[in-house]
């Protein structure tokens, strides 16, 4: 069960508008789950409306009825079924800071794989130079509609939902998500762990990691213990990744406990965080970095960094401590 940040993630909402568009069979499918989870959102501070395309016959009156007696404080907007229904939701206002689009399931790529947050740009490229990114036949043609909609400056956010219990809150309250996001806007952040939240947050990504064996464990005390030597990166003021400073000695600081939400992986927050890292540890004097992992995604992103993977003699006593985990290193100064 994902774990919800609601005071964290409902400041990013308070007054803010967001709307909900869904489809007929949809919104018949799972009209209980929507219901809740729009009065939820209603209930963080949220403006909310809901657009659906249900036909106007005397078999709907009575769920529209149900929608409007349920949800007195959002706005119920019936598109025609007879018009393209993603277009005339991105055309329902000029400006819209969130759109959230529930469909039978989230994007995915061609190898079936959930597609998380993307940017309009990888959309574009994946379409015109390589093929099509995204295997949901159904959507391809609204993507053009969301990426001139995001481009043109007119939407800060669109999401990408399967419709199901609780899909809308653990897409906007949980560091995983729930399905894929679009937007081009991201404020990215990089700062020492200032909060107990934020130190939830980190622990909530760091178990993530913990769970695929790929990094030691660090308990919620320990964090809060040595939250001085933790460093994260924000989005939009959401903490995504994080880093443990380990100091070695007088020229090298160790990369601990690097790890990124699963929600923000291959947007190259990872590259951030690190070259973030270094150029503050640079700043207070430190020349040479090193970090151990056997994490196939912190050796390529290293890899990329200019890292190499040596274990060198100064380091031996930390090697030593992790025998069977691959050192990476990268010495800035010029006696390297």
Not at 92 to 108: D, G
Not at 148 to 170: F, M, T, W, Y
Not at 216 to 228: D, E, G, I
Request: proline letters at 3%; glycine letters at 6%.
């Amino acid at each position: 069960m994902p774990k919800l940040y609601l005071k964290e993630y409902a400041r990013a909402l308070a007054g803010r508008e967001v709307f909900i568009a869904c489809r007929e069979g949809i919104l018949r499918d799972h009209f209980q789950d929507i219901i809740t989870d729009i009065k939820f959102l209603v209930r963080h501070g949220a403006r909310t409306a809901l657009l659906h395309n249900m036909p106007n016959r005397f078999a709907n009156q009575k769920l529209v009825a149900q929608l409007e007696r349920r949800l007195p404080a959002t706005g119920i907007v019936r598109i025609s079924p007879e018009i393209d229904f993603y277009e005339a939701v991105l055309d329902h206002r000029e400006s819209m800071f969130k759109v959230i689009f529930l469909e039978r399931r989230y994007l995915i790529d061609r190898q079936a794989n959930k597609i998380n947050a993307i940017t309009t740009a990888r959309v574009r490229e994946s379409m015109e130079d390589f093929g099509d990114l995204i295997a949901n036949v159904n959507f391809k043609g609204a993507m053009a509609c969301i990426c001139r909609k995001i481009e043109a400056g007119q939407c800060d956010r669109v999401h990408i939902l399967a419709a199901g219990k609780n899909s809308i809150k653990h897409e906007l309250f949980t560091v995983e998500g729930a399905g894929t996001l679009i937007a081009n806007n991201f404020q990215e952040d990089f700062r020492q762990v200032r909060t107990d939240e934020e130190v939830a947050l980190v622990h909530r990504i760091l178990e993530m990691y913990k769970r695929s064996g790929y990094l030691k464990p660090r308990t919620k005390t320990y964090l809060k213990k040595n939250r001085q030597r933790f460093y994260v990166t924000a989005i939009d003021g959401i903490v995504v990744g994080c880093v443990e400073q380990k100091i070695i000695d007088a020229q090298t600081v160790e990369l601990g406990a690097l790890a990124i939400s699963t929600r923000f992986r291959n947007q190259r927050v990872g590259v951030h965080t690190v070259k973030s890292f270094m150029a503050l540890m640079k700043s207070q004097g430190y020349t040479r970095f090193i970090s151990l992992t056997n994490n196939p995604r912190l050796e390529a992103l290293y890899t990329q960094l200019g890292f190499t993977r040596e274990s060198r003699p100064e380091y031996r006593q930390r090697q030593e401590q992790s025998p069977d985990v691959k050192m990476f290193c990268k010495i800035d100064d010029p006696m390297g």
